[in-house]
């Protein structure tokens, strides 16, 4: 008897653990960028976020933007850690006014966990998130009505 679990134990410790990404057919590497771009268009999908990034990365991406032919960098103010089964992620972000930051950072953790996931094969392991600034529709609208119109004639 002792035999048999000698074979059974030797069996599954020289046998390579298979996981989504890793089999006996190959292994899978998913970039960095990959990740960072899934869960930066995951975040942009949930309501109350207003941008992505802090102030640097947000004034760069907006001059980007203007740049005829460009594309929003979906991956801004989105850093990453990929390991072989494991991800780590974190977000930069502006909230919309009003919205509860707590309840946020709640929809969006769900919300980049779930794509992340199923779209890679990754665990996600922690999703940390840091509110930059709170965005007041006021300042858009006060900004475009002193551009388009001098203060003095």
Do not use: F, W
Request: aromatic share 0%; hydrophobic share 40%; no cysteine.
């Amino acid at each position: 008897m002792a035999d048999s679990q000698t074979t059974q134990t030797s069996s599954a410790v020289s046998k390579p653990a298979e996981s989504a990404l890793t089999t006996s057919q190959g292994k899978t590497v998913i970039a960095d960028v990959v990740v960072s771009k899934i869960a930066g268009i995951a975040t942009r999908e949930v309501a109350g976020v207003h941008d992505l990034g802090g102030g640097t990365a947000r004034a760069v991406g907006a001059l980007r933007e203007r740049i005829p032919g460009s594309r929003t960098n979906q991956s801004q103010g989105v850093g990453v850690e990929v390991g072989e089964k494991q991800a780590a992620i974190d977000i930069d972000l502006v909230a919309q006014y009003g919205v509860g930051i707590a309840d946020l950072a709640g929809a969006i953790r769900r919300n980049v966990i779930a794509a992340v996931e199923r779209m890679t094969g990754l665990e996600v392991t922690e999703v940390n998130i840091t509110v930059h600034d709170v965005h007041l529709e006021d300042d858009e609208t006060s900004a475009d009505e002193t551009d388009s119109s001098p203060r003095v004639q």
